[in-house]
Nanobody, 116 residues
Framework: QVHLVESGGGLVQPGGSLKLSCTAS????????MAWVRQAPGKGLEWVSG???????LRPDSATGRFTISRDNAKNVLYLQMNSLNTEDTALYHC??????????WGQGTQVTVSS
């Protein structure tokens, strides 16, 4: 059975950093494109970053470079390093397998709150 379990969220002050993790099980992690998608309160879903099977990272054109996605295929873990956080980064962050593909699967998410 497929599982995606996010962790690492929490409360952080503006300017701080967090590293999110997503532990995958029940499928061949290394063969899937993986992504992070977030949803801020009262807003729609926003693609944060993605990484292909070869480890090449993808970001929206609007991304500022504060976030870095990575993966450890040996450990079946997806990461998101987030730096210089601001209040607009407050959201529920989801790990997603195969975003927009036929095998798309979402984790439950981990809450990130940026507040002083």
């Amino acid at each position: 059975q497929v599982h995606l379990v996010e962790s690492g969220g929490g409360l952080v002050q503006p300017g701080g950093s967090l590293k999110l993790s997503c532990t995958a099980s029940g499928f061949s992690f290394s063969t899937y494109y993986m992504a992070w998608v977030r949803q801020a309160p009262g807003k729609g879903l926003e693609w944060v970053s993605g990484i292909n099977t070869g480890g090449h990272a993808l970001r929206p054109d609007s991304a500022t470079g504060r976030f870095t996605i990575s993966r450890d295929n040996a450990k079946n873990v997806l990461y998101l390093q987030m730096n210089s956080l601001n209040t607009e980064d407050t959201a529920l962050y989801h790990c997603v397998r195969g975003l927009l593909g036929p095998d798309e699967y979402w984790g439950q998410g981990t809450q990130v709150t940026v507040s002083s």
